[in-house]
């Protein structure tokens, strides 16, 4: 049955702010240089966001030859390209990928195929990806980063340059962790999953005082730090209640040319929200899905997640931190993987950070680290 369809008014960057923070950084500061460090950084190759490090064999149909790279033009990026189901493909595809200049200096943004484009932070160690996803009646703005540089700014550039500057754009939020709404009080409006704490961390913001881990500078080429960014003091703004807009499993978001379906995942934050492209296979999954390595609240509801993504079809799987598109097909791998730990099949381990300790769980190239209170703070 289709969902409910969703719109959107038109999106115009708010002005910069003061804001606040919240002590939800405290816990994350040694989880990201733990976790995310080992994880998402391996996955950056030298010049380009990244490609999915070595992993078992995928499961599914790859081509024997590789194929043409996606073509990118010189105005867009091509809306029908063949997906590359290679590693070497991958790589070659965002190493060729259009770089578009931007006056904040802080965001690579990246040309990508089927009218995407990867508005990457390079310079610090999230490697955080947000993505402008290009509708023929409207945009979607996934994520709005970290809130170091002004998302607003640059995202505004690229749509004046794509001739888009007239047309709606509808702020999605994946989810309400802090490296991934940052820069929502840029925007009048942004959509999410309703949920109390969800409201709460974006109404919130998030409190200062955490120079660790806004210190976790990375130097990239081309990438310039904001002059007025200083890691003792940095804050992000909270964002009014009135702005919020709600999304539900099943609804469709319309863009004239291509809809998305909003799939409702759980088991990274209770408000995850991925995006589907049933029609041309376009998956954009947040932090739920991204690689071999989980940050989970429990095995269970990763399991149920990955059940949900197992029966998409999936071209395209657009990601959150480090590589913006990894291979694909391995959905139905990784469940197995998840459903046998679950049956006990596991090596056991602990990830110890900010005076905790989680569960780590290894099979065969898998990672899940299990820590609800962390996600959930």
Known sequence: MKGREVGASTNWPRPVIPFLLDRYNFVRIAAVMTIKYLGWMALALVGVGGCE??????????????????????????????????????????????????????????????????????????????????????????????????IGQAVSELRLALDRGSVPLMVINSHNHLDHNGGNADFEQAWIIKDEWAIRKLTEGVSGGFETYWSELTPYEGVEVPRDFNPATFAIRPFPYEGIRFLQDGDVVDLGNRQFKVLHTVSHSPDGLSLYDETNHLFFGGDTFGGDFFLSRNLELLEQDLARAALLEIDWHYVSHGAQLIQTMREGWRLSIVRRMLDGEREEGTLSFAGNEFPLYTLEGVQVAVAAEFLTY
């Open 53 to 150: 490090g070595s992993s078992p064999p995928m499961t599914g149909p790859v081509s024997p030859e590789p194929t043409t790279p996606a073509v990118v033009s010189d105005s867009q990026t091509e809306a029908t390209v063949t997906a590359p189901t290679q590693l070497g493909q991958l790589t070659d595809l965002l190493r060729s990928a259009r770089r578009i200049p931007n006056s904040t200096k802080w965001f690579e943004i990246i040309a990508l195929p089927n009218d995407v484009y990867a508005l990457w932070e390079p310079g610090h160690m999230e490697k955080v990806n947000s993505f402008l996803i290009i509708g023929a009646e409207k945009d979607v703005l996934y994520d709005t980063g970290m809130g170091i540089g002004s």
